[in-house]
């Protein structure tokens, strides 16, 4: 009960400093609607070329399908689809819940970005991924990962 009220306390905190402005850089409301595989996953056509998309918090990989409600699933949806850059299985942590911004789609009005944390075998260092459930965007794969071979 008292984590409830200080997270409930801590959200209010949060949504109070929420700019009226959105920072993000990639939000699309005409985005297609995001589509899913056999496998659960959401089906990716195009690989981006900007390396801040997903890296950067402005940036962010936008996956909103169907409701917020769905954040996790949505997410592994998107994570499930992707592989190292040569095709390595990867498995991902959720770091943190950052970097609040104003969004329609929510009662309160603010949305939160979910960093996640990525690795693979043979990878050096891991990599942190900016995913936003609240807005649409273009579906692509980041630069430095590649599609999962089913």
């Given amino acids: 009960m008292k ?6 306390a801590l959200l209010i905190i949060t949504v109070s400093c929420v700019s009226s402005k959105s920072t993000l850089k990639n939000v699309d409301d005409n985005a297609p609607v995001l589509t899913l595989s056999q496998n659960n996953t959401f089906i990716i056509t195009e690989y981006s070329k ?26 592994q ?8 850059p040569k095709g390595e299985k990867i498995s991902y942590t959720k ?7 104003p969004t329609k789609r929510t009662e309160l009005g603010a949305g939160f970005l979910d960093v996640y944390l990525l690795k693979w075998e043979g990878q050096k260092k891991p990599v942190k991924l900016y995913l936003n459930i609240y807005e649409k965007g273009i579906l692509m794969v980041p630069v430095g990962l590649s599609l999962k071979i089913n």
Avoid: M
Wanted: one cysteine or more; a neutral charge.
């Fill in 77 to 84: 949806r998107f994570l499930n689809a992707l592989a190292g």
């Fill in 3 to 8: 984590k409830t009220v200080l997270f409930i």
């Fill in 95 to 101: 770091l943190e819940s950052c970097c609040p911004f």
């Fill in 50 to 75: 900007d390396k801040k998309y997903g890296y950067d918090q402005d940036y962010p990989i936008n996956i909103f399908y169907r409701t917020t409600k769905e954040d996790s699933i949505n997410q």
